[in-house]
Structures are given as C-alpha cells and as structure tokens.
C-alpha cells in the first residue's frame, strides 16, 4: 500500500520556509502562504485557500514566525489549504479509510506519510436502531427529520471511534487530514445527509453518482474541518461505491486477463472485465447464503459453527464453531448456530456423504438416526441437545436446504449470464475474486460441490477480505489510485439483470447439486 | 460597456433541456444536470456542484420536470453552478456593482444578459459612525467583536439598498446571481471581515492581496446565496482594489501611450503607464485639496460653492453654489460654504486676479476691503455675512491658502517623482486620466494655474468619474475584464514614495504657484 512514484499523494505536507515580510516584500500573508507553498511543492498547479480559512492566517503565521508546515491536497489542477502547523511540530500526518457497511462499519487509521495502517476498528452501523434492512432506513428518511437524524446517528458514532483511535495513538484530531468512505448507494446517501428517497422507487436514481472532495466540516466529522473527504462514486442505486472501491483493491482493472469479482451476501453483487472492459451486475441471491433464514442459521460470531466435515463412510460430524468452542457438549461452550460459511460446508458435505440427492432431499437410509419430522418438515440434527450451547438441538430444515439452493442457483445463473453477455466461457476467467468479509469464509470447494460456483481450479479463487475499505485506503493514499476510482466508474457497464424465460430457464437447470448439467462439474463426484 | 465575442460573461444562464431519467438511463439527478449544462453550454470546461447544493436538486428537478434554467459562473477551468430555476421562468439575470468607499458606497444594478446598467444608488458608509477616518475603524476593529460589528454595519446597509432596488425593479433577490466589489484595501477587509490591524502597522500588510470568489452567503449578502463575489484585488495596503479596477475602467492598461492615471484626494493615488508596465504610486497630498481644512471648507452638496470667477479688472467675485442658490444675498439661500473644486478655483482665480503672490500671500493693495485680521491671522472675506447662507462671513484666511499649496505641491512633486522614476517626462503624457468624483469637479485649468498638474493641453484631461465603480461592472460583465483585473494587479510595480532629500526639494520648489520654474508652466501668465 506504501505509496511510489508514480502513484505519489495527493495529501501532502510542506515546510515552505517563509520569509517574513518586511517593506521591500509586502505580499500578503496568504498570498505569501500559498506563493511559498506552490515554491515548496514544486507545483506546475496554483495553489489555493478556501475563503473561510484566509482569515486566521496571518495571527497563525505570525505566531509561528512564518516557520510552518502546509497541509494540502489535489483537486481539479489546483492544490488547496487544509491547514497550516508549526513547522517545529513533529505530529504526523494521517487519514481515516471507512467501509460504510449497511450493519458494520470498519474504520482504518491511516498514516499518510508512511503510507501505512496504523491501526483498525470495527463496529455496527448504528442506523440498525432504526432497521437492519436499507429499505426500513430509506422509508425512515422521508420521515420528518428522519434523514438527518440517520445521517447524525452514522457521523456521531463515527466521531466517537475517530476520538478513540486518536487517543490510543496520542494524534490531534485536526492532524487528521483526510478521509476516504466507501459504501453501498443508500448508505452513502444517507452517511452524506443525501435523500435516499428516488434510490428504491422505479427508475432507482440516485442524487449523485459522484461528488467532489467534501471538506468534512460540511458532514460534521470532528478531524480537521478542511480535511477533504473522498467518497467513492456509484454507478447507481445497485452498484455502490464499495463495489467500486472493490474493483480497485483487487486490481482486475489493471490486468489483461479477464477476472470475476463477486461479492456474496443477499445481494450478489458481479463484476466481469479487464483493464479494457468492465461489466457488472447486481440481482437477488436471497439471505440464504448468509444463512440468515435458516433455523439455525445467524451470523458469524463466538460459538457459531463455520465448518464442518462429514466423514463419507462414518457419516460422523465434525464441527468447527468460532472461537475455540470445542464440540465436547459441556451446555454453555457447545455450538449455538450456523453461518453462512458453515451453512455451504455443511450441505456439501452431506451431499458428498450422501445423505442428501441431486435435489437436496434428505436420504432417509443414509441419514438414519439423525431425521426427525416437525409439522410434516423433515430436520436433519445436526449437533443434538445435550452438545449445544442452546440446550436445544440445532437443525437443518428441508425447508433450509431448499432456500440455499434457491440462492447458489441465482447466483450461479447470474454469473453464468453475465459471462453470457460479454461471451466469455466460465473456464476463460483467469482469477475469481471474491470480496467482502462473509466470502472470505467461503470454502471454494464447499462452494464449487453445491454448484454456487464455476468448477474452476481451487488456485483460481482469490478471497480478498474488505475490498471496500481496502479500496478506500487505496484512493486516500495515492493520486493514482484515486483518479482510478472514478475511471472504473466511468468504465463500468452496468447490466440490468432481466428475469427473462432464459434467465429462468438457466435458473432451474441450477437448482440442482451441483446442476442437472453434471459436464459443468466434472471435479465433483456425484454418487449413485 | 455590452458583451462582445472576445469579452463574453463568465456568468452565464442556460437552458439544458433535460430528458428525466428511465430505466435505461439512470444517471443521478445531479450527475444529469451538470452533464446537461456542459453541453448546452459547449464547454471544454467541466462543471460542477457545491457539495451544500446538491441535495436539494432531486426534488428541484422533479418539480419543474426537469426543464430548468440553470446559473453558472466560470473559475479555474470549471463552471460553478449556482442555481437552477424552472426554465418557463420570465426573469432576467442580474448582478451587483459596488464601489466601497469610506465614506460614500455607490451600488449599481446590472442585467447581465443585456450588459447595461439598470439603475445607481449612492448612500453613506455606515461604518461613518464608528469613525470618519480609516484608522479609527482599524482600532474599532481590534476590539472585542468590533470587526465583525464593522463587517456588519455594511452588509447590513447594503442588503438594505439591494432590497430596495429589487423591489423598485421588481426583481427577485435570488435573480441577482453575482457580484463585484471594489474599494480600497482597508475598507475590502472590513467588507470581507479580515483583520486589518496589520494593514496600518509596518511592513503593512494585508491579509489577502486576491481572493477566489466567494459564495455570498459567506459574506451574509442577501441575494442568491451562490452567487459569486468578485473582489478586486489589491497591491498593499496603500493600492486597493478600488485603484486596479479604476485601471481596467481607465483603458490604459490597454494602450500603447503612457498615460497617468490620478485619484486626487487626501491620499493621492497615481498610475502611470502602457499596456506594456504600469507603475503605481500612493502619498499623502493632505486634505486640503478635497476643501477640509479651510475654515469654510465642507464636502459638495447643496449650497456650497463649487465654481468661482473673479473679474481680474473689477475684482468682482462671481460664485456657483451647488443646488441653484443664487449669489442673492436673501438669507438661507446664500452659499454655506466652499467644496475642493471650489477651493481650487478661488485660489487659481486669487492668483490670476493678483489678489495673492506666488508664495500666495494676500497681496494687501488689491485685496482692498476683502482683508480682515482674526487673531492675527489674515482672512479675505468670499461672501460677507448678509449674502452668505449661515448669516456669517465665508472667509479664505492665509492658513487655508498655506494648506493648499502644500497639497497641490505634494501632489505635484507625486507625479514628478512617479514620471522621472520611468524616465518620462511630463510633456511626453497623452492622457491625463482624473479618477473619482471629487477629480470629476476640479477645473484642469484652475488646477494647472495653481500648479497641482502638469501644464498640458486641455484636451489631455479626461475625467472619468468613478472608475472604481465602473471597473466593478466591467470585470462582472466580461470574462477577459475579469481577468484583465488581475493581471493588472500583477503588472503593477508600487513605488513606494521615498520622501527624501530630493524629494523634499522638488517639493520646495513646487510650493509656489504655480511653480519656481515658471518654464513647467508657460501657459499660465504671472501678473506682475
């Protein structure tokens, strides 16, 4: 992430040396500011000062004996004042890289003149007070004051936890001097005071696909008031900047092979290109995936199982769950649910074992012991009552595993499509990136058996954790970089998903494991 | 003072005509305007948005279904835009020229779509009642909340005056779109609320020698809250923006002529050059040019004596009172007193008539029966009591007289210094361009006679009223006068007076009328 030549900040911090002024040099002292700072520089660009700021020069300036540093960044071909320090402090210079997540937020302190992260921190997006799901908040805007009171429930939080990485860190907050945010359409509307309103109602426009540099005094963030703040753009209500932010950390756009980028959640959000071409698409995978419909299904977190094994001859379960809960049912350690990573192991593997058919029906004979029946839905025990961290037994429905076939075949069917579109074969994709935290506990192959996936080579997925904040920081460290958010956006075409016969047709071949066309899945053994 | 092909405006309104978004295309609202107004204008030049402006597009655009008008301003290469309207809207687009004097603010209305003046009003400075003189306000301005109770005195007069004017043209305030604001140095800081407490202390030094544009709203002005101001900007403390505006009115800068541009004043302010150098100068000439001292000296208004004759054979006085106030002797319509221009007059017609020495003494003999003696000082009697307006004698005592040619010397000894630091002389001028409107009553030729100005033909003198004003509205209406403003501040070498022995001795010897080399005057006859 360290910053090169060709990809040099476009926040900086310069000591220009001033000469006091004296009669025979008159120049004003923001003029002599800003003449010094472009010197400093060494800036083909003029360098600039918001009116609000010129004001407090010249007692500053003088204060220091004009011996400062300048804070500064690049907009538009002209450099612009952030601040201005004792150039005798020896506070450094830092940013805030933020993945503006719809439940989680994650904020990385970033010092910026050693191109470094410092430090990391992650906490859910207080708007879930209001609704866990966008279309509660986007209703709860129209509300009488609704907006600003969701867009003050993100910044107060935020300020909180900016407050505490700068204590921890013994930083000023006013010595933070950038910011860069990367999240989905709506949450980026609602975090920069924007009416989500025309996001969900037919055409879906969003106010803004991009903004300029915002100084973060206009959204109430408590580092310093110029501080610029860096959001990165969307290409609509269902591409958001995080995907954009994605595309860049994962670096497709800079490579000539051909890449997928997916990001697995509810909402499967697909990106297919190279450095020539990008295409992307979004559509409805269901909660499934997540494992947030099954019975037992929750989030990932401590006791939450996340793994599992089937040995094929025993049919014996092993179950990992989340931290260190050994499956040794003592009631209070045992497991108390499954996530969604768990959730695509486990029916793997039980269709691996056999105990479920080619259409994710429970095999009475190979599943015998385990099968109990509750108001005529048969359930599969999973970890019985006396191992559980519930004191009940944790179950897989028929009505469960239906649910996640019905979510890897639309994700199947929509990769399948957008490959389709830009006739590009599966096979041809040279790297499959997967983003975002859930799909970095995704095991491929868990995920390849069930048919989620293309039966690619293991080696061809690439799990790459919080592209969105990795993005982010990426744009808010370098020039380049962040010139390239805005060229992928531009570059994007974004492919509505169109529930056709074909669609539908791709789709039901896809609601088999792994699919009724088994020649698409030659590494997965189908038993008898 | 209309637009032509080379000097178009930099504020602009056009009309986009805009297709409302569809499925196929989604394009953010604000993303969709800013491309629209692009095309429409047939720009290069990209445009943008204040981030504070954004939010209240979508429904904006919603509401007149997309067919706007939209205001736009040009800066570093981007247009700016400063408001949308409902294109059926019938109303025009309208800025504001203000001449910001200390004592007088003149206001003009302008439609910026035709380029022409629309209507002027002149009132007091408001700040008169903190202080008269500039410095007085400067240590107003160091008290607790004085700078910006100073900053308010004016801005709350002028949203008067604006009110007014748009009522009285029926226009409303959020048509007037922008702005342009000229006055000296001092007087700009207190406009703008920056400090001047440096601005009278050595080195002197302003706060800021040029501004960016500033949305209005910061500034608290009550028209369009985006609307630009433009500030005219300044060399130093001694060399305002009322000067480099007076400059680009002036058309000398333009010019391949060397042409001296004067504002006569208490501080006297000189240009002098071409369209290839300008050099300015600003020294003390005392007040007694503007009529401050003498004893019956007061500023132009109705009864005050702004033209004097005096018949070189009878000696017989014929006097011009301002407002139609006959020379009648009927009590309370008499003259009340006696104006700069006034002053000039009588001391240059004193001289002509032999009534004073060229050390402008009384000549006793021919002052018969004008001459009296106040506490041993001599006074002529201009009007005796039963002819004069306030039921006492308007008296010309020999202090007055003393005061002037001190003035007009200084003044003199001004332009010498600022013509032979050049190597031109004075012959060699080919225009003599007189700025302001205390310059626009002076007689040249009871100037010369006095030897305040150089003794060149009539013709040479051009007066030009208030150039500050008028290099206002220029610089509003034209994109290259705009930038004519700054690259004449730039242009600029300020001399600063260096009041030495050579000064000191071309000062001497210009303290005689008209001077001791009568050579520099052969146009004026000394009577024997």
Chains 1, 2 share one sequence.
Request: with cysteine.
């Amino acid at each position: 992430m360290k910053n090169n030549g060709e990809n040099k900040g476009w926040i900086r911090r310069v000591s220009p040396g001033l000469k006091p002024p004296s009669l025979s040099d008159n120049t004003a002292d923001v003029d002599r500011l800003l003449k010094g700072i472009k010197k400093s520089l060494g800036a083909a660009e003029d360098v600039c000062i918001d009116f609000s700021q010129a004001g407090k020069a010249p007692s500053a300036l003088r204060q220091w004996n004009y011996q400062v540093s300048a804070f500064v960044y690049l907009e538009h071909d002209r450099w612009h004042l952030i601040d201005i320090a004792d150039a005798l402090d020896r506070q450094g210079m830092y940013g805030l890289a933020l993945d503006l997540g719809s439940s989680t937020l994650v904020l990385r302190l970033i010092d910026l003149e050693a191109g470094s992260v410092m430090d990391e921190t992650a906490f859910h997006n207080p708007q879930i007070d209001v609704g866990a799901d966008i279309l509660t908040r986007i209703h709860y805007a129209a509300r009488e004051g609704g907006l600003s009171r969701l867009q003050a429930m993100v910044i107060e939080r935020l300020n909180d936890e900016i407050g505490a990485l700068a204590r921890k860190h013994g930083i000023r907050p006013e010595s933070i001097v950038g910011m860069s945010v990367a999240g989905n359409t709506t949450m980026t509307h609602l975090f920069l005071g924007l009416n989500p309103y025309w996001l969900c109602r037919e055409p879906y426009i969003p106010v803004m696909n991009r903004t300029g540099l915002i100084p973060c005094h206009e959204l109430g963030l408590a580092i310093n008031p110029q501080a610029p703040v860096l959001v990165s753009p969307n290409v609509g209500s269902y591409f958001g900047g995080d995907l954009i932010a994605g595309i860049l950390a994962s670096g497709m756009s800079r490579q000539s092979d051909v890449s997928f980028l997916v990001d697995v959640g509810t909402n499967a959000e697909v990106v297919i290109g190279n450095r020539e071409w990008l295409m992307a698409c979004a559509g409805a995978a269901g909660p499934a995936l997540e494992g947030g419909v099954a019975d037992m299904g929750m989030m990932a977190g401590p006791g939450v199982i996340d793994r599992v094994v089937i040995d094929p001859v025993t049919r014996e379960f092993k179950i990992r769950a989340i931290g260190n809960h050994a499956h040794d049912g003592a009631r209070g350690k045992g497991p108390v649910g499954i996530c969604g990573s768990g959730l695509i192991d486990l029916v793997a593997q039980l269709f691996s074992a056999g105990m479920i058919d080619l259409r994710g029906k429970f095999v009475k004979s190979a599943c015998e012991g385990r099968l109990v029946e509750v108001d005529g839905i048969r359930h599969l025990i999973v970890v019985p009552p006396e191992n559980s961290g519930t004191g009940r037994a944790l179950t897989l429905s028929q009505t469960d595993i239906d649910g996640l076939i019905r979510s890897k075949a639309a994700m199947y069917t929509i990769l399948t499509t957008v490959a389709n579109t830009v006739n590009i074969a599966l096979k041809e994709i040279g790297r499959f990136y997967v983003a975002g935290t859930f799909g970095s506990y995704i095991d491929p192959r868990s995920a390849i058996i069930i048919g989620m996936i293309p039966d690619l080579p293991l080696e061809t997925y690439v799990s790459l954790g919080n592209t969105s904040l990795e993005g982010a920081g990426m744009a808010l460290m370098g020039a380049e970089a962040r010139q390239s958010l805005f060229e992928i956006r531009d570059q994007i075409t974004y492919l509505e998903l169109n529930v056709n016969q074909e669609f539908m047709n791709l789709f039901s071949a896809a609601k088999f494991i792994p699919h009724t066309d088994r020649s698409l899945f030659p590494s997965v053994t189908v038993r008898a």
